[in-house]
């Protein structure tokens, strides 16, 4: 901002008084704003900071009587757009602040320089700022899914370790081996991803197996082994639906496959088994046996290597077996668990102290790119870029007919721009049904960077240059992926807003180069950049969502009756909402907490959860540890804070008898009232 006021007081050898003390004002705000802790400041707060960025340039366009100034507004749109994207009544009043403050400077300022700006950048300018800050938003938003992702699998693991204490601990060293094991056989990195992510989750099927199994302390009768032997099927169920884990899905349904054939569920042999199941399976046999059970006791170190040499070429897959013997006998496998963090553990105390401190979450060791052969991945939704081609191209065709009508009128070339404008806009909405290909899109873009200075040229108004703005954020959004394409792009918009103003009408257009490069370029490639990283996190929303109905399917495996109930008790909850007029804030956290609401029943043993008769006292204090037990689950998932605290409070009484806190009245969180008297009437 300084560097273009002073480029701009330079040019007109104006550096008066209030020019050098705003010059000096700026050099000292500089460097602390880049010292504030911006992670700690709220939206109001921020907003103070960009309403004086865009009051200096206001300030600046009258005070030079110069309104090319007023371009320099656009990032401060785009940033209104982003923080209140999701808070429309405070983003009209942001972006109508500034509208009117650019229609206003430009009437003070007066002149065909301001009113083509007016009817013509402006309008390009909002909805250019508008496209670009919900891109933004999208992407920050992205990085807290993410989170939510690797949370949420966390706590697929956290309801097993409800049920089966073994498994934490289990699931860290099986991990450390099979990591040992990856390097021993020399693995790439996207099958090392896949083979930490079975190991992880290669006993997520146990959920579905009753505690009078899981936790038996004798031998298995033969029909309970045959219950056990389904665990690996349930886990592929729990799994195949969260995607980029369909290979991992696939591999833990054979973690239990044996070399010979002999194993479960489909007795395939060899190298039909996945090389990822055959890894995992070793090492969890050979933790197994060096762990004490509620049945045996510990085998050593050397009793265990014997006993997987003796079943190499019948249980396990020799090599596999070679290479675990190496890593052991050479100390490999002990400084692999030294450095893999436990899923479980002390993982919430960590995390609440993260909370507290403003720290980031440790992640789990999980994959975090899409697993290869799954294709590239492009935003080539062909009604979204035939909608946005079709609105750029539609202002265009608007703004340019505001123009002409009050200034200089329609000649051939004018009739020809706004007809041609209109019907790509009309061609775009008519191919939206059909699909348009990516290069309609491209196509348009080029036209329009074509087109702009023709028509500034044409009608001798710079302001027509930005004619291409709409263009520029749909090419930026559409091919970030793409670096050549991107880097043409970049050369386009430094090219169309900073050279050709002072290019095609000489240095009198320096005030204009000079704020578009402040505006335009930098701003535009931001959008590429949150565009492609949006799009290699986009997977990892739906994952997310998958992971939340995988705990769910987790749950119904024991009890059938939940899946059912929890479909019927969020479609209650909704009409409940609509009643109450409820914001959709609201009306997401209630979604959340009506689904999920019985998910601690993961940590209630079989006998009780599926008694069919009436509970015991004892009973009863058991069964109502789940609000609880859903509570410790849910909430390691970031942004979950607020579900997880109704969850607990989903059977507190409105007079204050209920459970677990005995809280009353509002009090209560109001998702808890509703699902509660939902749940009830089900």
Not at 145 to 156: G, K, P, Y
Not at 384 to 392: E, F, H, K, P, Q
Not at 437 to 448: D, E, S, T
Not at 559 to 578: C, I, N
Request: with cysteine.
């Amino acid at each position: 901002m300084g560097v273009v006021v002073a480029i701009v007081a330079a040019h007109y050898d104006q550096f008066d008084t209030f020019t050098v003390t705003a010059l000096i004002l700026l050099a000292i705000w500089s460097p602390i704003m880049a010292t504030l802790p911006w992670h700690r400041k709220p939206h109001n707060w921020l907003a103070k900071v960009y309403f004086l960025g865009a009051s200096w340039f206001v300030m600046f366009a009258i005070h030079f009587d110069n309104p090319y100034l007023l371009v320099g507004l656009f990032p401060e749109m785009m940033a209104f757009a982003d923080i209140y994207w999701y808070r429309r009544s405070a983003l009209v009043v942001h972006q109508g602040l500034l509208i009117a403050a650019f229609i206003g400077a430009a009437a003070v300022i007066g002149g065909e320089a301001a009113t083509a700006l007016t009817l013509i950048a402006l309008p390009l300018m909002i909805s250019g700022g508008l496209v670009a800050g919900s891109i933004s938003h999208r992407f920050i938003h992205s990085l807290l899914e993410r989170q939510q992702f690797q949370s949420a699998v966390r706590s697929l693991l956290e309801a097993l370790h409800a049920r089966d204490g073994y498994t934490g601990d289990h699931s860290k060293e099986t991990l450390a081996m099979t990591m040992a094991v990856a390097h021993e056989l020399e693995l790439e990195a996207d099958v090392r991803e896949q083979l930490a992510d079975t190991a992880l989750l290669h006993d997520i099927g146990k959920i579905g197996i009753p505690n009078s199994i899981l936790q038996k302390p004798g031998k298995l009768t033969d029909d309970e082994w045959v219950t056990m032997k389904r665990h690996p099927e349930i886990g592929e169920q729990i799994l195949r639906d969260m995607p980029g884990f369909e290979e991992v899905a696939n591999a833990v349904r054979h973690e239990h496959e044996r070399w010979d054939g002999g194993g479960y569920p489909d007795g395939v042999a060899g190298e039909q088994i996945p090389l990822i199941s055959r890894i995992v399976l070793a090492c969890d046999a050979y933790h197994a046996m060096t762990s004490d059970r509620p049945y045996r006791a510990a085998m050593s170190e050397d009793e265990a290597l014997a006993e997987l040499r003796r079943n190499s070429g019948t249980q396990f897959d020799p090599r596999v077996v070679v290479a675990l013997e190496n890593a052991i006998v050479e100390g490999r496998l002990e400084r692999h668990i030294d450095d893999v963090e436990s899923p479980l553990g002390e993982l919430q105390e960590e995390n609440d102290f993260g909370r507290e401190h403003g720290e980031a979450q440790a992640p789990l060791r999980l994959d975090t790119s899409p697993h290869a052969g799954n294709g590239r991945s492009t935003l080539n939704d062909p009604r979204l870029i035939t909608t946005g081609s079709a609105i750029s191209a539609g202002l265009v065709a608007l703004a340019t007919s505001a123009y002409l009508v009050t200034g200089p009128g329609f000649d051939r070339f004018g009739a020809l721009l706004v007809a041609g404008a209109a019907t790509i806009a009309f061609a775009s909405l008519a191919m939206r049904r059909q699909g348009a290909p990516r290069w309609w899109n491209f196509g348009v873009g080029l036209l329009a960077y074509a087109v702009a200075p023709m028509a500034a040229l044409h009608f001798d108004e710079p302001a027509m240059l930005v004619l291409a703005l709409g263009a520029s954020v749909m090419m930026a959004a559409f091919f970030s992926e793409r670096l050549v394409v991107m880097a043409f792009q970049s050369l386009l918009q430094i090219g169309g807003y900073v050279v050709l103003p002072v290019a095609l009408f000489g240095w009198e257009l320096l005030p204009f180069s000079a704020a578009s490069a402040r505006a335009f370029p930098g701003t535009l490639s931001a959008i590429g950049y949150f565009i492609k990283k949006l799009l290699a996190m986009r997977f990892e929303r739906d994952r997310f969502t998958a992971t939340m109905s995988s705990l769910l399917l987790a749950l119904e495996a024991r009890d059938g009756y939940t899946s059912e109930h929890s479909d019927a008790t969020l479609e209650m909850a909704m009409l409940v909402a609509d009643e109450l007029k409820l914001d959709e804030t609201v009306r997401l956290e209630l979604k959340d907490v009506a689904l999920l609401h019985d998910i601690g029943k993961i940590g209630i043993p079989d006998e009780i959860l599926n008694k069919p008769g009436k509970l015991t006292d004892d009973e009863w204090a058991v069964m109502r540890t789940h609000p609880i037990v859903g509570q410790q689950i849910v909430s390691r998932v970031p942004g979950f804070e607020s579900v997880a605290d109704a969850i607990r409070h989903e059977h507190e009484r409105w007079d204050g008898n209920g459970y677990p806190d005995r809280i009353a009245g509002t009090r209560i969180p109001l998702a808890s009232r509703i699902v509660l008297a939902c749940d009830a009437y089900h």
